[in-house]
């Protein structure tokens, strides 16, 4: 073969994720251990290499739909016998959900505002089931997510996760959604609500303009909160929304956040002890707790 003929077979067979080797070739990784790499640790070749096609996207949408078929499937075998959760027969998750955050948002957001940001949150909740979970990963955005979202749903029905190591959590917010664990139902914690938790994170990852209000330059997000605190907004809210939900009372609200003192702290290391009570404890004294634990993680 002249040299030139194998410098454009070379040039052909590496633009396909190929190596050329004196006349051989062969994939750099096989899209089957692409697969196992993808279910063992959520990782996968972001330029779809192992898989054929012309172009990225002809790689990446082959590469797309067998990862996330291979996931749906593990899922499968790994839950066979799962069953609903009983509090969510027959509930109306979208009036449940709305109830849940409706004094969050009417602490957080001027009157004018609250219903479209009410409308937005009412819808957000997804609780993962046995019934809907192979039609959220399958329609997930980012194959990341849905390998967390995975592990999520297998911890909350007793199976195996795929890994180890995988993220142990109850809930995940992505853009104007919330993917909540059935384990909801069954917690037992009193400053649990992972509703609200989740709900709270929508405030930072949704624009203005995505829930129909007016954006400025200064202001693009329903809210600003600062990075660091993210957490720490989302866990206080929750706390409180619990300490409103159960103490009717100044007197009540008091003795429930005591309780809460003595109990056990959000064990998260993006979140401080000290600071976490502080602002509890500002909130709880204040007229509006919902604007003192905003004050406290906004951007300054």
């Not at 929750?238 to 056990?264: F, P």
């Amino acid at each position: 073969m002249p040299p030139c003929a194998v410098r454009v077979v070379r040039d052909l067979v590496s633009s396909r994720g190929l190596l050329y080797d004196g006349g051989t070739t062969h994939h750099m990784q096989t899209h089957h251990n692409e697969i196992d790499r993808y279910l063992r640790t959520g990782d996968h070749d972001s330029l779809y290499t192992p898989w054929p096609g012309d172009t990225f996207l002809d790689r990446a949408k082959r590469g797309d739909t067998e990862l996330r078929q291979a996931l749906i499937a593990e899922v499968r075998k790994r839950t066979e016998h799962a069953a609903e959760a009983e509090g969510l027969a027959g509930l109306d998750i979208q009036a449940f959900t709305r109830a849940k955050v409706t004094p969050m948002v009417r602490g957080l957001f001027a009157h004018a505002e609250q219903e479209a940001v009410l409308d937005v949150l009412g819808r957000s909740v997804v609780f993962l089931t046995p019934s809907n979970i192979e039609s959220v990963l399958a329609e997930m955005r980012w194959l990341d997510t849905a390998w967390t979202v995975a592990n999520l749903y297998l911890a909350s029905v007793g199976a195996e996760p795929l890994a180890s190591d995988a993220p142990k959590i109850v809930g995940l917010s992505e853009e104007t959604t919330c993917y909540v664990s059935a384990e909801y139902f069954r917690r037992h914690d009193p400053f649990d609500d992972f509703v609200v938790h989740e709900a709270a994170h929508i405030f930072h990852n949704c624009k203005r303009r995505t829930v129909g209000l007016r954006e400025t330059s200064r202001r693009e997000w329903l809210l600003k909160i600062e990075f660091a605190k993210r957490e720490t907004f989302a866990y206080a809210c929750e706390a409180y929304g619990c300490i409103l939900e159960r103490g009717k009372t100044a007197a009540d609200r008091a003795r429930l956040l005591h309780e809460l003192e003595q109990g056990a702290l959000p064990a998260d290391n993006r979140v401080e002890p000290e600071v976490y009570l502080g602002i509890l404890r500002e909130a709880v004294a204040a007229r509006n707790g919902w604007k003192r634990i905003l004050e406290r993680c906004s951007i300054s």
